[in-house]
């Protein structure tokens, strides 16, 4: 299998159509692009339908439709469902962006001197998801594809993937495979491979403090009546101790504290925290107490507020008590954690805490569970042997910081373990302004793609 010459013929077709589809903004999160979002569920069964899928549709969900689309050579091969999600994370705050959000632009960096799309979603999943859309075209088109393959391209995982559990559930024969792959995560470097092995969970909650019924004068009421921005603030001071753990009784009772063999293996990853800590431009990193950066960003749980708001924010002063004050706050979690559990918990230990000068409300969001792939399996060993093809070294195993809760929910509902080979790097900003994928990872990620499936099938015999 020789994938390099097909894609050096048509890789600026494959860069332009990615552009294209990179200008939709299909934001789930707000309802004000649902068109935008529809608009490209349906350019995702097109591009499927070129690509050589036999039968594509677009399944109605209780929320966003999910793209299925499929290439069933014979029912007696393996079959490899692929998932992704052509939904894309806010673009906000758009005055960090260098160029438009939604504008896409190549540009060269030092890390990519071929050059880099910027747009939000380039990386996060498009560019990611549309790498398998080009891999089947390459396959199809050259004859070459040994095994059958399924799409599963859903467009609410930037929103909690509310609607995909409701759709595994009445569509498991349709679903029916041997292994799932998935390209949402990402490796060490364009020069060390790595497949990741393992997910933490999420927990994500919005809060609410309350305090008088009405915005106030600071001057007349200032210092007499409790101000919920301060209160929230304190509030949120105390979910970590001075060794930034936290706080909440019984958040880790369930953590699992790996040996120190297992941490040892861990650490042969390369690493430099002084390019790390440049890369960020922060002076000293900062976490849990007793745990290096890697094992903090990926074996430990954790806690942050992703957004605070309250009172005045416009141009020039206002002198006001707010009403309200809010906060979004996340905690990525580890094996065992359930996280319906740490949202009880954190509800009532948040609440606990509250003085009685405002009233306090937890609102849940969406949550997941946590997930670890064995490296012993076929679906792992296969994807190894691929980028041995195509990087020509073996892949280092990691342990990714990311949340993924679809993945132990296919297991659940599929009986299915997921693959998970991601060809992003963690500097291409995903979730930030000026997010971008490097179009050596892009292609790459098509060159190496047909690969695993080669192997696949030939050790699934």
């Not at 020069?191 to 915005?215: A, C, H, K, M």
């Not at 905690?331 to 009233?359: N, Y």
Request: aromatic letters at 8%.
């Amino acid at each position: 299998m020789n994938t390099k010459p097909y894609i050096e013929k048509h890789k600026d077709r494959f860069i332009n159509e990615l552009i294209e589809l990179l200008k939709i903004p299909s934001i789930s999160a707000d309802p004000a692009y649902k068109n935008d979002v529809i608009k490209t569920s349906e350019h995702i069964k097109k591009s499927l339908e070129d690509a050589g899928c036999d039968q594509v549709e677009i399944c109605e969900t209780p929320g966003y439709p999910i793209v299925y689309g499929e290439k069933i050579i014979n029912p007696d091969l393996p079959t490899v469902l692929v998932y992704g999600h052509y939904d894309v994370q806010p673009p906000d705050p758009i005055n960090l962006w260098d160029s438009p959000p939604f504008e896409p632009v190549i540009k060269k960096t030092e890390l990519h001197p071929e050059g880099a799309i910027f747009a939000r979603g380039a990386c996060d999943d498009k560019g990611q998801m549309y790498m398998h859309v080009k891999a089947l075209e390459y396959l199809t088109a050259n004859n070459e594809l040994p095994c059958n393959v399924k799409f599963m391209i859903e467009g609410e995982e930037e929103v909690g993937s509310e609607s995909l559990g409701w759709f595994l559930e009445n569509n498991r024969e349709k679903l029916a495979n041997d292994v799932i792959l998935i390209s949402d995560t990402g490796m060490i470097s364009k020069e060390v491979p790595s497949i990741t092995t393992g997910l933490r969970g999420l927990s994500y909650v919005e809060v609410e403090v309350t305090g008088p019924n009405r915005d106030l004068h600071s001057g007349l009421y200032g210092g007499a009546v409790a101000n919920p921005i301060n209160i929230l603030c304190d509030m949120i001071a105390q979910l970590h101790d001075e060794n930034n753990h936290i706080t909440i009784p019984g958040f880790y009772d369930k953590v699992e504290e790996l040996s120190k063999e297992e941490r040892a293996e861990m650490a042969k990853a390369p690493f430099s925290q002084e390019d790390y800590n440049k890369a960020l431009d922060i002076a000293q990193e900062h976490g849990e107490k007793g745990y290096t950066t890697n094992e903090r960003n990926s074996i430990r749980p954790t806690l942050d507020v992703n957004g605070i708001w309250g009172g005045y924010t416009g141009e020039g002063a206002k002198t006001v008590i707010a009403s309200k004050a809010y906060a979004k706050i996340s905690m990525r979690l580890v094996p065992d954690q359930d996280w319906k559990e740490i949202t009880d918990l954190f509800q009532k230990h948040f609440e606990s805490i509250a003085p009685k000068s405002v009233k306090v409300k937890v609102s849940p969001h969406h949550g997941g569970t946590a997930y670890v792939t064995p490296i012993d399996s076929v679906g792992y060993q296969a994807a190894s042997k691929a980028y041995e093809d195509t990087f020509g070294k073996t892949p280092i195993p990691q342990r990714s910081g990311g949340s993924i809760p679809i993945v132990a929910l296919f297991e659940k509902e599929l009986n299915s373990k997921s693959i998970l080979m991601g060809f992003g790097l963690d500097s291409d900003a995903i979730h930030s302004p000026n997010e971008h994928f490097g179009i050596w990872n892009y292609l790459k990620g098509i060159e190496t793609i047909p690969h695993f499936y080669k192997h696949f099938a030939k050790m699934s015999k």
